[in-house]
């Protein structure tokens, strides 16, 4: 089969499958059907129906205005974190491929050093000793994340350094700030893209794995991996507690893979 037809499918797929969350982010912005924490007695563990598409919980609370509240945070959660962790993985990356020597032998000891634990157990870790919080979970994995930028932006910055065109900026003693940002920054967004759609995928894995086990997006915020744990219990009686919120974290996860398989593709082709 054709390789680019291959690669089409993957962005159709991918971007059809994130446009469904974009538009549920989109409209709970502006506007649910019910309150994301309006309670009623009198339909609790409604299954899906005309009244409420999505079902209602145990506490009779409409799944649908909470998956449409919970849309938010996931997007929220994943392109901060990433920023996070693209900036700090920019400026060490930069300065360790640059300057080389001692700094670029800290900066990866450290980064190796925070490699070498599972990121959510650090993450994990540094919202239980800061507080759960939204903000600082995004802060948690922008930490946990930015070594894996950093590695990227440093081998990539090296192997730029003996291009005639920095060369040449050294000989005219050109700013190295200058030289990092102007000259060798920009060459290296095709190589950092398919990091950050990856990025934001594992972002959203975390942040609702953190949500799940309590130290996430705190109630009485909706999100998808507390609504997870909220709803385990109802598995058998309620499935439809499980099913919408997982189907939405399915939609954003695989749609940002594929368009991450694209960006691989298209990137593979063009270099041929």
Not at 54 to 63: A, H, I, S, Y
Request: charged residues 10%.
């Amino acid at each position: 089969m054709n390789p680019s037809a291959n690669s089409k499918k993957y962005l159709i797929i991918g971007t059809a499958l994130i446009a469904i969350v974009i538009a549920f982010f989109l409209i709970g912005l502006v506007w649910t059907p019910y309150g994301i924490n309006s309670t009623d007695s009198a339909s609790k563990f409604m299954a899906p129906c005309a009244e409420h598409i999505f079902g209602t919980d145990n506490l009779g609370r409409d799944v649908f205005s909470r998956c449409l509240a919970a849309a938010r945070y996931t997007l929220l959660v994943s392109f901060a974190g990433v920023a996070v962790a693209l900036a700090l993985g920019t400026i060490t990356g930069l300065l360790a491929g640059y300057f080389g020597g001692l700094l670029d032998k800290v900066i990866m000891v450290l980064s190796n050093s925070v490699m070498c634990f599972p990121g959510i157990l650090l993450a994990l870790v540094a919202v239980a000793v800061f507080g759960p919080s939204l903000y600082n979970v995004i802060w948690a994995l922008g930490l946990v994340f930015a070594p894996t930028f950093a590695r990227v932006y440093r081998s990539s910055t090296i192997e730029l350094l003996g291009r005639d065109y920095i060369l040449s900026a050294k000989v005219m003693k050109v700013n190295p700030i200058r030289i990092m940002f102007v000259h060798i920054l920009p060459n290296l967004m095709s190589q950092i893209l398919p990091a950050v759609i990856i990025g934001l995928a594992n972002m959203t894995l975390f942040e609702s794995g953190m949500s799940y086990l309590g130290l996430g997006v705190q109630p009485p915020a909706a999100s998808y991996g507390k609504m997870l744990a909220d709803a385990q219990s109802y598995m058998v009686t309620a499935p439809w507690l499980i099913i919408f919120p997982t189907l939405m974290l399915v939609c954003y996860i695989l749609g940002l893979y594929f368009i991450s398989e694209w960006v691989r593709t298209s990137m593979r082709g063009g270099s041929k």
